[in-house]
Nanobody, 113 residues
């Protein structure tokens, strides 16, 4: 089993920045890809960014150029640096570990206009 714990969410004004962290513990050898997803009220959960164990990244078009995903393998942690935040970025952000599809409980990001 793998446990994923997110942190770093909060309230920020539009244009501001936040950094989310996701710490993995347990059978982390089973994780190849780690990613961030988000779910806004009344909407489906969507991909934000993913990163492979080799450092290959992929981003949703809506966050390209504003968000950066990174991975610190030695600490089993993945980060999401979010800059130039917009009100539409407001959501619960979830950490995911694949291919076994592990999920954290989420952290709320609220961007005020």
């Amino acid at each position: 089993q793998v446990q994923l714990v997110e942190s770093g969410g909060g309230l920020v004004q539009a244009g501001g920045s936040l950094r989310l962290s996701c710490a993995a513990s347990g059978s982390i050898f089973s994780i190849n890809v780690m990613g961030w997803y988000r779910q806004a009220p009344g909407k489906q959960r969507e991909l934000v960014a993913v990163i492979t164990s080799g450092g290959i990244t992929n981003y949703a078009d809506s966050v390209k150029g504003r968000f950066t995903i990174s991975r610190f393998n030695a600490r089993n942690t993945v980060y999401l640096q979010m800059n130039s935040l917009k009100p539409e970025d407001t959501a619960v952000y979830y950490c995911n570990g694949s291919p076994m599809d592990y999920w954290g409980k989420g952290t709320l990001v609220t961007v005020s206009s």
